[in-house]
């Protein structure tokens, strides 16, 4: 006969609660400092995990399959930056002041 472990919905209302209190006290902390970072954050069981999602932008070369080559830098993985944003330029349209525009 199989045993099935007990989930938390099992539990007694107050073992839940108490569960619940305990998993905040231990956790948010950590939780508030990494979704400041932009990390993601996701609860496992009684655990967390937490992820930078930067770590989508990097992949193995395509050219070498992570080997390394030319394409690649030799490091055999790919960074794929977001574009940056554009750096303001300034205009001088009038000698007291200086005006900025965006240039693509």
């Known amino acids: 006969m199989d045993q099935i472990s007990p989930q938390i919905h099992d539990r007694p209302d107050w073992l839940a609660r108490l569960v619940e209190r305990l998993d905040h006290w231990l956790f948010d902390a950590e939780d508030a400092r990494a979704k400041a970072r932009g990390w993601q954050v996701r609860r496992r069981g009684s655990g967390r995990v937490y992820r930078d999602p930067r770590w989508d932008l990097v992949h193995a070369c395509a050219a ?12 055999g993985v790919i960074h794929d930056l977001p574009e940056p944003p554009p750096i303001p330029q300034p205009r001088e349209s009038a000698p007291d002041r200086v005006r900025w525009e965006v240039r693509p």
């Open 64 to 75: 070498c399959a992570g080997e390394g080559c030319a394409a690649c830098d030799g490091i």
